[in-house]
Nanobody
Framework: QVQLVESGGGLVQPGGSLRLSCAFSGSIFGTYEMGWFRQAPGNQRDLVAHITTGGTTNYADSVKGRFTISRDNVKNTVYLQMNSLKSEDTAVYYC?????????WGQGTQVTVSS
């Protein structure tokens, strides 16, 4: 079955950068649309960025111009480059794979933006 493993989270100061990675296994990566979501305490899980099988991307308004999603279909990995981080970006970040009505989630990685 599909397995997703996120990495790259941590503590960063406001204005700093992090790159999250999500390693995919268990199926054909190139046939899945991929997304990054985040969930802060007490909040719902929201879409941050999405990339189609063809490489088309879209972003939440709150991260446009600061975050970039990309995928490497050779390494079976999706990335989220996060620049100009703000305290409100603090959350657990989750990777999701989707094909049709099927979804799979990773376990999440904590990102904390604080001085």
């Amino acid at each position: 079955q599909v397995q997703l493993v996120e990495s790259g989270g941590g503590l960063v100061q406001p204005g700093g950068s992090l790159r999250l990675s999500c390693a995919f296994s268990g199926s054909i990566f190139g046939t899945y649309e991929m997304g990054w979501f985040r969930q802060a305490p007490g909040n719902q899980r929201d879409l941050v960025a999405h990339i189609t099988t063809g490489g088309t991307t879209n972003y939440a308004d709150s991260v446009k111009g600061r975050f970039t999603i990309s995928r490497d279909n050779v390494k079976n990995t999706v990335y989220l480059q996060m620049n100009s981080l703000k305290s409100e970006d603090t959350a657990v970040y989750y990777c999701r794979a989707q094909r049709g009505i099927f979804y799979a989630w990773g376990q999440g990685t904590q990102v904390t933006v604080s001085s």
